[in-house]
């Protein structure tokens, strides 16, 4: 299962995201998307989950023109993560955990034990057991943000966008969901792609990397080629140190004079 | 559980319809009334068949149409606050009635036109929030505030110029009133409709309730499905304006008041609002009838007198929990 964008061109009110994009997210493959704020990464991902439409090019899911598909059939396909998640009605944890099963039911059918099973290992995933019964309008950001993330695991899709996973998350909860995007990528033979702020979670974790650095301008490959001094210093406009750990180079902002 | 709690909303239903059949500004003993049930020739089974059992199924009937109404609009701004009376629906369907009888439309029509005027205001209000800009519940709100408050001044001028002898018969269509409702059959082939329609959507409107993204991104065509939710929300408003006039608050007060009693999900909301909001309405209805008896009160004031004390109540639950209204 693959999503590919072909020469695609994005743009939001007049300011280009990206040119001519050619990308092909391939099972066991995990793109982190790197970019200052406002660059647009959040309308790229938009347009790749075809929420939203490009201004040329084409996007491919599974061989077929993306918004040529029925949304029930990109959504048994490919899922999002979106970058806010508010919660107005209600709702228990388990029956938005359960939305995930949303495109996989038929019209008039309910969810079953073993729809009701996957939403429970799910909410156990993201470390909010004992949450079922709670209301979603209670919750924190955090807590919030990871029922989202267990209701994405519920949905099944094969690839992944993730807007910001680890916004409002606590060290330990960033990786616990770093580590299942990776986990899924790997033993699934999924594809994902997440845009990040953290350099040093795109290290850690992604295989490949694709930056956004304006004017429509993009880099993509794999990670230990892009993820260098020069590239990061230039995208961010900050100066940049590396160190390099056990666990491989992990990048700083230097505190020049040039940043305040 | 939830099916028992249906099955006693449905119990009460029917009960709420005797108990409005006994009650009333001709007092009856419970024996009488049992008498008279039997017995539709005698002079209290005339009363009860023709008169009080009639108006209290058109309650049931209005009642239930409004807390759909309300249950749907909800969903579609992704505000509980929402209401077909809040949002001007109900004053676009009375202005077109209203209209409708200043011209000496036939009586027939009128429902049409009530109809007419409720997608007018429904499409006013989506049209004019929605624009091209991203969905907003709190401009949505705000927009269909002003367009109620733009309905009201148009009635006010019909008033105004209309000679007295048609005010009583107009100001019906203003307060909400019960006293001249029959209940035409297609009014309840609009409510089995819409209600199997709702129910059948009731998890696309759980989706629906998160976000028009969220319910793309999970399967649902919601442009498609917005139009539908706007259209059933539309016809039940102009269906219960048409046989009562503008009754408020029912729509706002009784999803509400289910939710913490069922939850958000709305394959348990649906079926629990349309049978409370039925027996909510014939209640209001029979205490309009018997509070200044032989006086009779518009519903829409009963409504309003308990929904608005109920509503601020749980405005102020809601700001005691954290949660936002």
């Known amino acids: 299962m693959t999503l590919v964008c072909q020469s695609l061109d994005v743009s939001i009110a007049g300011k280009n995201i990206c040119r001519q994009l050619d990308l092909t997210l391939a099972p066991g493959q995990f793109w982190g998307l790197l970019g200052p704020n406002g660059i647009g990464k959040t309308t790229l991902l938009k347009c790749m989950a075809g929420l939203s439409a490009p201004d040329n090019g084409s996007i491919l899911l599974e061989q077929q023109l993306m918004d040529k598909l029925p949304r029930r059939v990109i959504a048994r396909l490919l899922g999002m993560l979106q970058q806010h998640t508010v919660y107005v009605f209600d709702a228990s944890v388990l029956e938005t955990a359960l939305t995930g099963r949303h495109p996989h039911l038929g019209y008039w059918e309910r969810e079953g034990a073993e729809d009701k099973q996957k939403a429970i290992d799910a909410i156990r995933v993201v470390d909010l057991e004992g949450f079922e019964s709670r209301c979603v309008t209670s919750l924190s950001g955090g807590e919030a943000r990871r029922l989202a993330f267990a209701a994405l695991i519920v949905q099944e899709p094969t690839i992944l966008l993730l807007d910001e996973p680890t916004n409002h998350l606590d060290m330990k909860h960033q990786l616990r969901i770093m580590n299942q995007v990776e986990q899924q990528v790997k033993h699934r033979q999924r594809a994902a792609i997440t845009a990040l702020h953290d350099v040093n979670l795109a290290a850690r974790y992604c295989s490949h990397i694709l930056m956004l650095s304006g004017e429509g301008q993009w880099q993509a490959g794999p990670a230990d080629e892009l993820l260098n001094l020069d590239n990061l210093e230039q995208l961010y406009q900050c100066p940049v140190e590396s160190v390099m750990t056990s666990a491989g180079v992990r990048f700083y902002p230097s505190a020049g004079p040039e940043t305040t | ?325």
């Open chain 2, 1 to 325: 559980m939830r099916r028992l709690l249906l099955f006693l909303l449905l119990l009460l239903s029917v009960g709420s319809i005797f108990f409005a059949t006994a009650m009333g500004s001709t007092q009856m003993a419970l024996d009488e009334w049992f008498n008279a049930i039997q017995d539709s020739g005698s002079r209290h089974g005339e009363l009860i068949w023709r008169l009080r059992l009639p108006r209290a199924m058109a309650a049931w009937v209005v009642g239930s149409m409004l807390a759909m109404s309300g249950c749907l609009m909800q969903v579609l701004l992704r505000n509980p606050l929402a209401d077909p009376y809040v949002l001007g629906v109900s004053g676009g369907a009375a202005f077109a009635s209203l209209l409708g009888m200043v011209f000496g439309v036939a009586v027939n029509f009128i429902p049409w036109l009530a109809l007419l005027g409720a997608l007018v205001s429904i499409l006013l209000v989506f049209g004019l929030a929605r624009g091209t800009g991203p969905w907003s519940g709190t401009r949505l709100l705000l927009t269909g505030v002003v367009t109620a408050s733009g309905w009201a001044a148009l009635i006010s001028l019909i008033l105004s110029q209309s000679p007295d002898n048609s005010l009583r018969g107009m100001l019906f269509w203003l307060m909400g009133d019960l006293s001249y409702a029959s209940l035409p059959l297609w009014s309840v082939l609009v409510l089995v409709a819409s209600f199997l329609a709702t129910l059948g959507l009731a998890r696309s409107l759980n989706v629906l309730a998160m976000g028009e993204s969220t319910a793309r991104l999970l399967g649902e065509p919601t442009r498609q499905l917005l139009w539908l939710v706007y259209l059933l929300a539309s016809v039940l408003t102009a269906t219960a304006v048409s046989i009562a006039g503008s009754i408020g608050f029912v729509g706002l007060i009784v999803p509400h008041l289910m939710r913490l009693l069922v939850g958000s999900d709305h394959r348990i909301l649906i079926p629990a609002a349309t049978l409370f909001g039925g027996l909510f309405l014939v209640f209001s209805d029979t205490l309009a009838r018997t509070l200044l008896s032989p006086r009779q009160l518009p519903v829409g004031v009963i409504t309003a007198l308990l929904g608005v004390p109920l509503f601020l109540l749980l405005l102020n639950r809601a700001r005691l929990k954290g949660v936002q209204p």
